[in-house]
């Protein structure tokens, strides 16, 4: 029996994923037996083909003006022999192309890059083997469009089924800040509208529930809401080894100043260590935090330590040999992190630094047995303290939760569930 073409329309996927990225890599396993798959993404390398067939999988890759020159500046920053006049040219010119791109954004009608959405088309039309299901996967929207505009002009006999996980129209991260959020909301929820009239089906996580319970309520027989699918185990061929007689904790994942701010999380950390002096705390970011965590490591040299970015075994192979995992809560709560999810999968004690009281993270760990949340607020740093001190003495060195036990709490979260509910989809 001939399969079926599914095509994704993405961002960010191989090598080098997003958190969508990664969620549909997670789910593909569970798709290749039943479906030909083809995935169109962004090109985030200047070496990347065009065009790559990997595990079954036909990737192809896309990239607009602002992509390529960024691209071409990473390369040559990473190839230039530590020369420091071309290192300050190349961070000038890259700053000018942020520039530019923020007020293209902030000055258009929608917050929409027009040129992707053509450039996902023309990829669309180039594909010679029929499509029969197009996924387009949110964030970015432009794939929505992308998809929707394809259809109506180039076949409208294939079903469009997004994908939402990160937050449109009710997004401050997306549209750089609250006010050109607020001014453009009303068009953006035209234009999302448009994609729940359009659409055959809609796939999306939690986050996206209330935001379709009050605007569009007429239209929720067509969606089907899902956990985000991360949940797998940890499986890693790099090996940390962790002093045994340490307590160590460990954080993974991006931080930055204005959202996930690690002022206050390694402020407390480094005075519970003053009471649980084997404590070490080790991080594995990305992001602009460095002379944050310099800071502290100063202050606590041997026992903050930076390790930087790492590839994602590396990340896996830290949370698996880690006492302890550190959570920073994002200002934006719009949205799910997928991270605590993967911590979860570890079945490791979580401690989880939140900012708001209305943060999703907080719902979630309350079904996580070894979990302790904490608000990242002054007046409740003693409190906070005290309470993470007794949590390290109850929870260090005890068993960790059973993954299927994990598993069986969250199974919506799991790539097995996701997958059914699109395969289902695929065929009413």
Wanted: include cysteine; glycine fraction near 2%.
């Amino acid at each position: 029996m001939k399969k079926k073409h599914l095509v994704f329309v993405l961002g960010t996927f191989y090598p080098s994923h997003s958190a969508n990225g990664l969620c549909i890599q997670k789910i593909i396993p569970s798709l290749i037996k039943k479906y030909k798959i083809t995935l169109i993404c962004f090109k985030t390398e200047k070496h990347l083909p065009t065009i790559e067939e990997k595990d079954d999988l036909t990737i192809i890759r896309i990239e607009d003006w602002e992509m390529k020159k960024r691209n071409s500046i990473k390369y040559n920053l990473q190839n230039n022999n530590n020369n420091k006049l071309v290192d300050i040219y190349n961070l000038m010119l890259l700053r000018a192309i942020q520039i530019q791109k923020y007020l293209k954004m902030i000055l258009a009608k929608q917050t929409i890059n027009k040129i992707v959405v053509e450039k996902y088309i023309n990829e669309l039309r180039k594909i010679e083997t029929p499509i029969d299901v197009l996924v387009p996967v949110c964030f970015p929207f432009e794939s929505i469009i992308a998809t929707l505009k394809y259809k109506k002009a180039h076949n409208e006999s294939v079903k469009v089924i997004p994908y939402l996980f990160d937050k449109y129209s009710a997004s401050e991260t997306a549209h750089r800040n609250v006010w050109n959020k607020k001014i453009k909301m009303n068009n953006h929820l035209k234009l999302e509208k448009k994609m729940l009239e359009k659409s055959n089906y809609i796939l999306c996580s939690m986050d996206w529930e209330p935001h379709f319970k009050q605007y569009f309520m007429e239209y929720m027989d067509k969606v089907e809401v899902t956990d985000i699918p991360v949940l797998v185990p940890l499986i890693s061929q790099a090996s940390i080894n962790y002093d045994n007689d340490k307590i160590n904790f460990a954080y993974t994942g991006a931080l930055n100043k204005k959202n996930r701010n690690p002022k206050y999380t390694l402020e407390i950390i480094s005075r519970c260590m003053e009471k649980e002096p084997e404590c070490i705390f080790h991080i594995y970011t990305s992001g602009d935090c460095d002379s944050i965590i310099h800071h502290y490591s100063k202050m606590k040299p041997g026992q903050i330590i930076n390790h930087g970015s790492v590839p994602v075994e590396v990340a896996h192979s830290a949370i698996k040999n880690a006492d302890f995992l550190i959570s920073v809560g994002n200002k934006d709560i719009t949205q799910t992190p997928s991270k605590i999810y993967e911590y979860m999968a570890s079945g490791k004690p979580i401690v989880h630094f939140y900012q708001s009281i209305e943060d999703p993270v907080i719902s979630i760990l309350a079904q996580y047995s070894k979990s302790c949340c904490v608000k990242q607020s002054e007046m409740h740093s003693k409190e906070n303290i005290k309470t993470i001190v007794e949590f390290i003495t109850i929870n260090y060195n005890t068993p960790v939760i059973p993954f299927e036990e994990v598993k069986k709490q969250f199974f919506k979260a799991t790539p097995e569930y996701s997958s059914e509910i699109l395969n289902r989809a695929i065929n009413i």
